[in-house]
């Protein structure tokens, strides 16, 4: 942590005397270390930015403070914010935490405020939003967005917005890195600034990144809150810190079961909670719940008789109603809107002491957890009929639970598993935390058949050239330009090819 502004913040006095910055007991201003380099590297005067910081580093409070430079310099003018988010529930919390936040520092009418997710686009009171591209503040996910531009033909004005892009590691996503890299694409040619953020993106890939996006790059692998990752396995416990780079540790063994583990740790109440329980399927957040159900009444926690009223009678509401009581919860993407708000409430309010939670509750929420427990970290893949190791990036950022600023009297915990030779060898990478797994570009010749309609019928172009242009205006375009010279003859002969398909099936003219 840095004490006070850095030469040169850009912020304006208003801002600076307002409440979005942290102070500390004596009343000076606290910033991370990624926040105070990007006010020095002019975050809050306009520079577009890519910040790569582990989980818990404050890098919402970056993209804060640029939109309400951003909103401060020219409001009345006609500045907006557009905050782009990788899931319904993120942009949810966001949303909610902007609104908090921004809304009475520009005296933000509710009707100002948008949320686009899924099907709805919606103002804060909770009323549909016909032209959410005249508010000043919008919060929506990278698909949903892309579905209002295309959907809107929408053009010219985009120097005026301040785009937010969270979680952009997104962008290597396999199954929905094209469309993020063709809204970002959209963005990058005109928008007044781009502040991108990402917990998890390796040096190389990030720089590459950063000069497409004509951004700069600001990066740091140190946590405010250190992490001790465990890894259990029948013959030794191996331990990592992101204190510093190192071969494991090793220790004697320990419980290899999840239920086992979190009655370990709940022998020392208050000492690991409030434990995070990161699962790859609904079923297996469903299962361990059950199981914890049993263990929890057996070990006499104490008991919370403040109990939502849910309006709705689901399973998952009669099963919170038996769950709450003990202080615990599972969360999953399901839930309905009542559910969510009672699990959430009570995550914000520190009533739960354990959350069975799908990666959903893992992919940004800043909840704060002392302990994650990772309880598997194979996907079952139905193509492949077999289950798969997750990337590095996607373990790493579930592991970032853990260890947030609000607990900084202590190392956050990650405990993981692995059972047999083949799975220990496997989960070993993950003890190397500074290791990551290298992106991938996402837009390839094989999709312009899909991509040419996609972009033709929006309006994004509106001749072969123009989509010529614009693909190979794309990070994948560029990417694979580095590698082979003659990438252009390539991508032009496999857009024609795709084109003249199109035209001769009459779905463009």
């Given amino acids: 942590m840095k004490t006070g502004l850095p030469e040169g913040h850009g912020l304006s006095s208003a801002l600076v005397a307002g ?29 577009s930015l890519l910040a790569i910081a582990p989980t818990s580093s404050g890098k919402t409070d970056i993209g804060l403070l640029a939109a309400a430079s951003w909103l401060y310099s020219g409001i009345t003018e006609g500045c907006k ?11 949810r919390q966001k949303f909610h935490e902007f609104q908090d936040r921004l809304g009475p520092l520009f005296s933000l009418a509710a009707s100002e405020m948008v949320l686009a997710t899924g099907d709805d686009v919606v103002d804060a009171n909770g009323d549909p939003v016909s032209d959410a591209f005249s508010v000043p503040l919008v919060v929506a996910t990278y698909e949903k967005y892309l579905n209002m531009l295309a959907g809107s033909g929408f053009r010219g ?28 694409t959209l963005l990058r040619q005109e928008t007044g600034q781009i502040v991108a953020l990402s917990a998890v993106m390796e040096e190389k890939y990030a720089q590459l990144l950063a000069s497409w996006l004509n951004a700069r790059l600001i990066l740091t692998t140190r946590r405010e809150v250190p992490l001790i990752y465990e890894l259990r396995t029948p013959s030794g416990t191996f331990a990592t810190t992101t204190d510093y780079e190192a071969a494991p540790s090793s220790s004697p063994a320990k419980q290899l079961d999840t239920i086992a583990t979190l009655k370990e740790l709940m022998r020392e109440p208050g000492e690991h909670e409030p434990i995070a329980v990161f699962c790859m399927s609904k079923k297996e957040v469903f299962d361990l719940a059950e199981q914890w159900s049993a263990e929890a009444a057996k070990m006499g926690a104490r008991v919370d008789d403040d109990l939502p009223l849910f309006r709705e009678p689901t399973t998952s509401a009669d099963e919170l109603n038996r769950y709450l009581p ?6 999953t993407a399901d839930l309905n809107e009542d559910e969510r708000i009672a699990v959430e409430a009570r995550l914000d309010g520190n009533g739960l002491r354990v959350v069975f939670a799908t990666t959903t ?27 798969e190791p997750i990337l590095p990036g996607e373990f790493h950022n579930m592991a970032g639970r853990a260890g947030r600023l609000s ?25 190397s935390w500074w290791e990551l797994e290298h992106f991938k570009a996402r ?19 509106e001749s072969d050239e123009e989509l ?37 099936w009459n779905f463009v003219g």
């Fill in 443 to 461: 837009i390839h010749p094989s999709a312009f058949p899909q991509l040419s309609l996609q972009l033709l019928a929006s309006g994004v172009v």
């Fill in 407 to 431: 607990h900084v009297d202590r190392p956050g915990r990650v405990i993981f598993f692995a059972n047999n030779p083949t799975q220990i060898r496997i989960a070993s990478r993950y003890l």
């Fill in 326 to 331: 003990h202080r615990f919860a599972y969360h």
């Fill in 157 to 184: 004005g985009t120097d005026r917005i301040c785009c937010i892009a969270d979680e952009l590691q997104l962008i290597s996503d396999k199954t929905r890195g094209q469309q993020v890299e063709i809204l970002m």
């Fill in 361 to 387: 509750l893992a992919a940004g929420l800043n909840y704060a957890f002392r302990t994650v427990i990772i309880h598997n970290w194979e996907r079952w893949i139905g193509s492949k009929r077999a289950r």
């Fill in 468 to 504: 010529f242009a614009f693909l190979q205006g794309t990070f994948s375009a560029q990417r694979e330009l580095e590698i082979n010279s003659g990438q252009p003859e390539v991508w032009r002969e496999a857009l024609g090819n795709s084109l003249s398909h199109l035209k001769q």
């Fill in 81 to 91: 914010v557009v905050y782009l988010t990788s899931h319904r529930a993120l942009a």
């Fill in 19 to 47: 409440p979005l910055l942290r102070r500390n007991s004596e009343g000076e201003i606290e910033l991370t270390d990624i926040q105070f380099e990007a006010l020095q590297a002019g975050v809050a005067s306009g520079q």
